[in-house]
């Protein structure tokens, strides 16, 4: 096993415990990420370890911290193709043992098989979903693929659950995921909801093409963030222009596919998402989320979400005041609905709107509290 040190002018302040930060990759540029990084700006000194860490893919601010890759990252392809190393991914984490006061693993896959000297938090965005949750993420592949997964997954599943079990505190984002939590697990997590690292005061750049007054979609094109009901909704409203923003393997797909009036943007930068936000006249999703940064987001800049009545997104969204709900998989309550809001007064702003400071907070309460 290899011993990291959380070595760092944090070890050198006695008063202060050494906390070092696992997630499991930094290879894009989702949500997960986004907690990871407001984790990191709440303990500045502390290193970040990650299975791979892919600087272009992710988000610019992890060039401010010390980012401490497992030996995977070695191999180029699983940078550029992450879902490679999800059958080494369990051993590798397990074999990294860290130095610190404190481990924080900001975990959706297998960063909370990592051991410690000191004490372990796991924040849970989600139980693994390849292991515990295959029906809906395996939804949109083939039967070998499903097949495949579920081969590979029975001796992980075990082990899953041991590392979990291991974790001196859990944290999740969510009341749905800490019941997840305590079905898979058998523990209580305390649910913190998490917050965003996008800037509302950073510089602004326009989305070249796209004209003002549009529906937002920032979600990232894999299968289970169903947006092929984004399209089916795009397709009953066809006066209405709809874009989308965020990368994956479904978008070249959805590209092909979409109708006229839905564009199918992948990757922007925060500056170009920025600009999205200000210029939206209402957000969306499709997916039912595990918690559901966007519409934190959106509140910050002054807009309504219209989501799924579904999971994660019940701690947040209340209904006619900063959002309305649809029937998951529904595109006809959908369409209606962007039709019916489209022009709909703004949100009231909100103190701390990405809620960065409460989630700072809580995170070095939960530190000082495990130290203790």
Same mark, same amino acid.
């Given at each position: 096993?290899?011993v990291?040190?959380?070595d760092?002018?944090?070890?050198?302040?006695p008063?202060?415990?050494r906390v070092?930060?696992?997630?499991?990759?930094?290879v894009?540029?989702?949500g997960?990420?986004?907690?990871?990084?407001?984790?990191?700006?709440?303990?500045p000194?502390a290193?970040?370890?990650t299975?791979?860490?892919d600087a272009d893919?992710?988000?610019?601010?992890?060039?401010?911290?010390?980012?401490?890759?497992?030996?995977?990252?070695r191999?180029?392809?699983?940078r550029?193709h992450?879902?490679l190393s !999800?059958?080494? &991914?369990? =051993? /590798?984490?397990s *074999?990294?043992?860290?130095?610190a006061? #404190?481990?924080?693993?900001?975990s959706?896959?297998?960063?909370?098989?990592v051991?410690?000297?000191?004490?372990?938090?796991?924040y849970?965005h989600?139980?693994?979903?390849w292991?515990h949750?295959?029906?809906?993420?395996?939804d949109?592949?083939?039967?070998?693929a499903?097949?495949?997964?579920?081969?590979?997954?029975?001796?992980?599943?075990?082990r899953d659950?041991?590392a979990?079990?291991?974790?001196?505190?859990?944290?999740?984002?969510s009341r749905t995921?800490?019941d997840?939590?305590?079905?898979v697990?058998g523990?209580?997590?305390?649910?913190?909801a998490?917050?965003?690292?996008l800037?509302?005061?950073?510089?602004?750049?326009?989305?070249?093409?796209?004209?003002p007054?549009?529906?937002?979609?920032?979600?990232?094109?894999?299968g289970?963030?169903? !947006?092929d009901v &984004?399209? =089916? /909704?795009?397709? *009953?409203?066809p006066s209405?222009?709809? #874009?989308?923003?965020?990368?994956?393997?479904?978008?070249?797909?959805?590209?092909?596919?979409?109708?006229p009036?839905?564009?199918?943007?992948?990757?922007?930068?925060?500056?170009?998402?920025r600009?999205?936000y200000s210029n939206?006249?209402?957000?969306v999703?499709?997916?039912?989320?595990?918690?559901?940064?966007?519409?934190?987001?959106?509140?910050?800049?002054?807009?309504?979400?219209?989501?799924?009545?579904?999971?994660?997104?019940?701690?947040?969204?209340?209904?006619?005041?900063?959002?309305w709900f649809y029937?998951f998989g529904?595109d006809?309550?959908?369409?209606?609905?962007?039709?019916?809001?489209?022009d709909t007064?703004?949100?009231?702003p909100?103190?701390?709107?990405l809620?960065?400071r409460?989630f700072?907070a809580?995170?070095?309460r939960v530190?000082?509290e495990?130290?203790?």
């Amino acid at each position: 096993m290899t011993v990291v040190s959380a070595d760092s002018a944090q070890s050198r302040c006695p008063a202060a415990p050494r906390v070092a930060i696992v997630h499991d990759f930094l290879v894009s540029r989702g949500g997960a990420e986004r907690v990871a990084l407001t984790m990191a700006r709440a303990f500045p000194e502390a290193p970040i370890h990650t299975a791979l860490h892919d600087a272009d893919g992710t988000f610019e601010g992890f060039s401010d911290h010390q980012i401490r890759p497992l030996l995977l990252d070695r191999f180029r392809v699983f940078r550029h193709h992450h879902r490679l190393s !999800l059958p080494l &991914l369990q =051993a /590798a984490f397990s *074999r990294r043992v860290i130095d610190a006061d #404190v481990v924080l693993c900001s975990s959706s896959g297998f960063a909370h098989n990592v051991s410690t000297t000191g004490r372990k938090v796991v924040y849970c965005h989600t139980p693994a979903r390849w292991l515990h949750d295959q029906e809906r993420y395996l939804d949109r592949f083939g039967p070998a693929a499903r097949t495949s997964a579920k081969l590979l997954t029975r001796g992980a599943h075990r082990r899953d659950v041991r590392a979990m079990l291991g974790a001196d505190r859990i944290l999740a984002n969510s009341r749905t995921i800490g019941d997840h939590i305590s079905a898979v697990y058998g523990r209580k997590a305390e649910v913190v909801a998490p917050c965003s690292s996008l800037a509302l005061d950073d510089t602004i750049t326009p989305i070249e093409g796209v004209t003002p007054g549009f529906v937002l979609c920032p979600s990232r094109a894999l299968g289970y963030k169903r !947006l092929d009901v &984004l399209a =089916a /909704a795009a397709s *009953r409203v066809p006066s209405i222009q709809f #874009v989308q923003v965020g990368d994956g393997p479904d978008l070249a797909r959805l590209q092909r596919g979409s109708p006229p009036n839905l564009r199918f943007l992948g990757e922007v930068s925060d500056a170009e998402l920025r600009w999205a936000y200000s210029n939206a006249s209402v957000v969306v999703l499709t997916s039912a989320e595990d918690f559901g940064l966007v519409p934190v987001e959106a509140t910050a800049h002054g807009l309504m979400s219209i989501v799924p009545e579904a999971r994660g997104l019940l701690d947040h969204v209340e209904d006619g005041v900063n959002g309305w709900f649809y029937s998951f998989g529904d595109d006809e309550s959908l369409a209606e609905l962007v039709e019916s809001k489209f022009d709909t007064a703004a949100v009231p702003p909100v103190t701390d709107p990405l809620g960065e400071r409460r989630f700072t907070a809580a995170l070095h309460r939960v530190v000082s509290e495990v130290v203790r």
